[in-house]
């Protein structure tokens, strides 16, 4: 062999060994298995969508899961069409296509590759009829394709889906969405799903023990259904007695774990009503203690408040509507400002000719209250006015458990606080704290010593009524601004201040919570009407024993 052949040679062998490892790839890929992002093959899938147009429900939902338990992407689109009533069977050759209106005319979309198939008007389409059951089905099939969505939010979505619909069929496909899923809370979220199953489907003692152990550390009113229904139906599935033991132990854990939770919410539902109480009674308490009056205006000063802080933030909205989230930071002085100007002409144009005749004051004050709130319909109308809420007290907390902390209660609970400490910084640091003190102890002696009592009286009741409408500020993100706003609230601000002590502010605070909490571990057992008037039996009761409420103001005047 001459040279010029070993070198024509010895330049082939890397070219050969090229396309022997090209060739070695190509049929590595065509003995590798299909991936379930590929399960249908085109004329498979064409036959499946034409089958949905057949008659039956039983059928059509046996393949709508049959079609969804590979997780073929392509299976999406279709049954999406399905239920937003957008598959239709095209006459001229039987077919099944996703349908476009277009005008008039409406545009075939093939369902195998999603290109345009043709056109045609109305009359060439026959729609497929979606009855209740098989929408149930195509919701529970989608939220199946789901889990393999690449946005985890579709996914998560998918989970609770599955979890809620409990198919057995789906099982297969969400232990390979479990195989996929690189996301640890999320698997962990869909092996409690799967066990769900594996409790309703299991096939055997093992598998079932298995479930329940997993369901048994899970905290949820979900899982207690799922346990509860599995005890209800154990007996007519001859459930083996060990397994039925063992979920009903789950059960118990379950729920005493539950009802922790509900103890919980309970509390937290009770001081998010009694802070409302506290800032709707606190002023009234000020107002009562120094001056002697019953005040049923006082809820009227909480609804000036209110509608307060509607008008200021439609102003800011009309001239600044950048600054739409400050507008309930300049509410709040204004709400001060303009209901503590009302109570002060209030207090020198009708109270302070009414002083020592609590039941005059108590019928000018209800009269008043009525004048108030007919000319609140006059300028605003009778109809509900809405207050939009900042987006940081927009939105909650949702926990596992079913409990749920509305970030707006959350704020007005901390807004309580502030404000009954800044009452209390007034109270005691302020040359007008002191001489209200003094008032409230021993008129005759403050007035003797040089104190002007009835300026004092003044911007007591203006005060008092000026935290009233800071009150309405934070009521009018979470309830109804209208002329009726406060009578709501009235009653259980006079018993707050009643049970706590008159004129006594760490006694308001204290009484509003109490009741607060006591009204809301009542209303599961009484209902919400007969929790009220059981407080008010054990209140009347109370105060049998206690006439000064828990904490009685001290003083020569107060105790004579």
Sequence with gaps: MSNAMIRSVRGLVPMMRCHLVCLMMVLGALTVSPSPASAFSDEELRIAADRLAGDGANDKIALINNMAADGDPRVAPILEAMLDGRLFLRKTDQHVVIGEKQGSIWRHIDVVS???AGESPASGLEKLRVNNRLRGALRDALGGLNLFSLDIASRRAAVETVMGARDPSMLPLLVRAIERESDETLRN???????????????????????????????????????????????????????????????????RRLGLWQ???????????????????????????????????????????????????????????????????????????????????????????????????????????LVLQQTIRSIFGATNRQVMAPDFMSGAIEMSSGLVLTYNRLWIILFSLIVVAGIAAVLRYTAFGLQMRAVTQNRRMAGSVGIRTGRVDALTFGLGSGIAGIAGVALSQIDNVSPNLGQGYIIDSFMVVVFGGVGNLWG???????????????????????????????????????????FALKGRAVEA
């Design 508 to 550: 308001t605070v204290l009484g509003a919570f109490s009741l607060g909490i006591v009204n809301k571990f009542l209303e599961p057992v009484a209902g919400a009407v007969l929790a009220k008037i059981f407080v008010l039996i054990a209140l009347i009761l109370f105060i049998q024993k206690r006439p000064k409420g828990l």
């Design 263 to 369: 103890t919980f919410g309970d509390l937290y539902r009770g001081i998010s009503l009694g802070s409302v109480l506290l800032l709707a009674a606190v002023g009234l308490a000020i107002t009562f203690g120094v001056m002697g009056v019953i005040n049923m205006a006082h809820g009227e000063m909480v609804m000036i408040g209110a509608y307060t802080t509607f008008v200021v933030q439609q102003v800011i909205q009309n001239v600044f509507p950048a600054g739409s989230g400050w507008s309930l930071a300049v509410a709040v002085p204004m709400a001060f400002l303009v209901a503590g100007l009302v109570g002060i002409v209030i207090e020198r144009t009708i109270i302070r000719f009414l002083y020592g005749r609590p039941l005059e004051t108590l019928l000018a004050t209800w009269g008043l209250s």
């Design 114 to 116: 999603g290109d345009v």
């Design 189 to 255: 979220r869909m092996e409690l799903a799967r066990a769900t199953m594996a409790l309703a489907a299991g096939v055997n003692k093992e598998e079932r023990l298995a479930a329940i152990a997993a369901l048994a550390g899970e905290t949820t009113p979900q899982i207690r259904a799922v346990l509860s229904q599995f005890i209800q139906s154990a007996d007519a599935e001859k459930i083996e007695p060990d397994v039925i033991e063992a979920a009903e132990t789950a059960l118990a854990s379950v729920e």
